[in-house]
């Protein structure tokens, strides 16, 4: 896929300078992507640091460019990978946990979020985006009891804590939160 998609969908063109910024931030750095699709094979690229190393994990499948694949889910990385624990400057998440295509129950967001931090190293930076559509609680994630005990939220790289997209031709809303780890 072309870099048409980056520049064409509303929160990918946003994501995209997520992705040159973590590439500014960090003078070396490892970095994990979660969700993999045709268009992360772009991914790397946006980075634009040959010192921030660029990993992949999902358990379907991964791009071509990337620095190491991990091929599972985020729950069983930390047991199936067990030299990535504690390895990682940053998780990108984007439209896994938080996207109505994707269900996971109340405890399965525990363990989710257990997953990223065991791969995080402390103080990482997990970048989590999805969309607001979910409507059934089951499914809602709970940031209060699942994520914020674990995570504060922070500003990274001149973004706000909690950056808010809105799709100009489907009224689609999109969070991307910053969340450094406690």
Not at 23 to 51: Q, R, T, W
Not at 81 to 86: G, Q, R, V
Request: aromatic share 14%; charged share 25%.
């Amino acid at each position: 896929m072309s870099m048409q998609w980056w520049n064409t969908v509303t929160d990918r063109i946003f994501l995209k300078e997520v992705y040159k910024d973590v590439g500014k931030h960090f003078e070396e750095a490892k970095v994990l992507d979660i969700g993999v699709e045709n268009y992360n094979s772009s991914c790397k690229m946006l980075i634009d640091n040959p010192k921030v190393k660029y990993w992949q994990l999902d358990p379907r499948g991964f791009s071509v460019n990337s620095d190491g694949a991990m091929h599972s889910t985020i729950q069983d990385a930390p047991n199936k990978y067990p030299e990535s624990k504690n390895s990682f400057d940053l998780i990108f998440d984007i439209g896994v946990l938080c996207w109505n295509g994707t269900k996971f129950s109340q405890q399965d967001q525990a363990e989710y979020v257990k997953g990223i931090c065991e791969l995080l190293k402390d103080g990482g930076i997990w970048i989590l985006h999805g969309d607001s559509l979910e409507t059934n609680p089951e499914y809602i994630v709970d940031f209060e009891k699942t994520v914020y005990p674990h995570f504060d939220l922070f500003d990274f790289a001149g973004y706000n804590k909690i950056e808010t997209i809105t799709c100009p031709n489907y009224g689609t809303v999109w969070e991307v939160r910053f969340l450094r780890k406690k």
